[in-house]
């Protein structure tokens, strides 16, 4: 079973290190992460062994802080530049498998080495992309970093029934490719002088007419203006600009649109959305054509896609979401549903000269990245009451179209003899005329003589600019304001 290598020096990141893999068992299961403290024997050979242990995974996850290129031993020793250093020798094994994916993932806002830091076999490090893993976004960005996993293992490992091609029928497929797509770009031609009427085929292969659209599109005429409208792209294909702010949020579920192209079934323009869905939560919640419907005009188009899926607890899924427009669109609302709520994201779908984005690649969210800003970096009391002291750790926000995300880092320390819980620690926050308890509650056990770590999360209205944080034990309230960014 192909799995995942956590490599990392203990001195520089061990906690985040610890933190990563509970984090993508809970995702990929425990069978598939591996890491060297619970790998090794005494007494083994440890260059055997992790060798032995590459030869099992498909993803090296090297795991940069702040102290690992300069860590040194007790002689003053820079360890990299020891030959039998534990790190060195992990990550030089996995760079010279063509067969595993190294990914740095820098932690503690670190940075990627340069090529003079590195000794010769760590240089093609500097080669790999990156994934910075932030505190206050990590589950998305171990969300995205699962969906590279998964893309990884799949190509390791034959026995999954959407593992891809590889070998020589690789090269056969990469053939087809420039085939097909040499196919499109005449079609796209044709299509131009209306000499197109052939069929093509949906993203889950379902045949759609070239002359077809959707029955309730009415006249989506263009909305008010300078963009330029679809016809004038002359029918060829091309990706649209996404906004910098794509993201909606449902409490554990957050929407995201990755990206989007515009390409031509016959004389009718097609709009498809690179979908990221982000659950958090425990359980399932459903990804479906019904949750996403596109304001244009005076119109409101239900999509034409069929994706009809669910996004488990604690993972994240793409999908792609496709409307059939009229050529003289130029601007459009999607709109996403959850329940008896509703979000927008204004959409650009005028022709930017740009040629379609891969729809299927697996890092291809350059658009839709988190809107994130700090707030409190600095611990700082809230409330000493009846030998309880609760403290901010750190506090950040999260921007989304339809609202702000306001979560807290916090530190409970029982200086009593007796237990407590935190949730006798009411939490309140008032912000744009509104108070709001948090959607996401601290839930610790509070041991006598001991400190617990815990976190709330506040959906705040999208255009609050302040928020006064109450906290309230046992009868004793204490407030703080905060100027959010």
């Known amino acids: 079973m192909a799995g995942t290598f956590i490599s990392y020096r203990r001195e520089d990141a061990a906690g985040y290190a610890g933190r990563l893999r509970e984090s993508l068992e809970r995702r990929l299961g425990t069978a598939r992460v591996f890491r060297d403290v619970d790998t090794l024997r005494p007494g083994q050979d440890f260059v055997q062994a992790i060798e032995s242990r590459l030869s099992d995974c498909a993803v090296m996850l090297a795991v940069i802080g702040r102290d690992w290129v300069n860590a040194r031993d007790l002689a003053g020793s820079r360890r990299l530049d020891e030959p039998f250093d534990f790190v060195r020798l992990e990550v030089a094994a996995a760079l010279a498998r063509p067969n595993v994916l190294v990914v740095p993932v820098l932690v503690e806002g670190a940075s990627m080495p340069s090529a003079a830091e590195l000794p010769e076999n760590l240089k093609p490090l500097i080669r790999r992309h990156a994934v910075s893993i932030r505190d206050e976004t990590w589950d998305g960005d171990v969300d995205r970093l699962v969906n590279v996993i998964e893309s990884a293992i799949s190509m390791r490992d034959p026995s999954r029934a959407d593992a891809p091609i590889s070998g020589p029928r690789l090269w056969v497929a990469a053939g087809l490719a420039v085939v097909i797509v040499g196919l499109l770009l005449f079609n796209g031609n044709r299509s131009r002088s209306g000499r197109d009427d052939g069929g093509t085929t949906d993203a889950g292969g379902t045949a759609v007419s070239s ?38 949020a449902f409490g554990d579920v957050v929407y995201a649109v990755a990206s989007g192209n515009i390409v031509m079934r016959g004389d009718t323009p097609e709009l498809r959305l690179r979908m990221r869905v982000v659950n958090t939560g425990g359980y399932d919640v459903g990804f479906w054509d019904s949750s996403f419907r596109l304001a244009v005009g005076g119109d409101v188009l239900s999509p034409t896609s069929g994706v009809n899926t669910a996004v488990p607890g604690h993972s994240l899924r793409y999908g792609i979401i496709t409307f059939r427009l009229r050529p003289q669109t130029s601007t459009a609302t999607l709109r996403v549903i959850n329940n008896q709520d509703t979000a927008e994201i204004p959409l650009d779908v005028s022709p930017t000269g740009r040629p379609p984005v891969d729809e299927q690649a697996e890092i291809a969210d350059s658009t839709a990245q988190a809107v994130t800003a700090a707030v409190v970096r600095d611990p700082m009391p809230l409330l000493s009451a009846n030998d309880v002291d609760v403290t901010l750790v750190r506090a950040s926000t999260r921007r989304f179209t339809n609202t702000l995300r306001f979560s807290l880092s916090l530190r409970f320390n029982n200086r009593g003899r007796y237990a407590s819980h935190s949730s006798l620690v009411v939490l309140r926050a008032d912000a744009g005329g509104e108070t709001r308890a948090p959607w996401q509650a601290p839930n610790e056990n509070l041991d006598p003589m001991a400190t617990a770590l815990g976190s709330a999360t506040f959906d705040l209205p999208a255009n609050a600019t302040r928020v006064v944080l109450r906290t309230t034990f046992m009868e004793q309230t204490s407030e703080k304001t905060f100027d959010l960014k």
């Open 211 to 248: 002359a077809g659209g959707a029955a309730d599109a009415g006249d989506a005429s263009a909305a008010a203006g300078d963009a330029t409208p679809i016809s004038e792209a002359g029918g060829m294909p091309y990706t649209i600009d996404i906004p910098r702010l794509a993201e909606v």
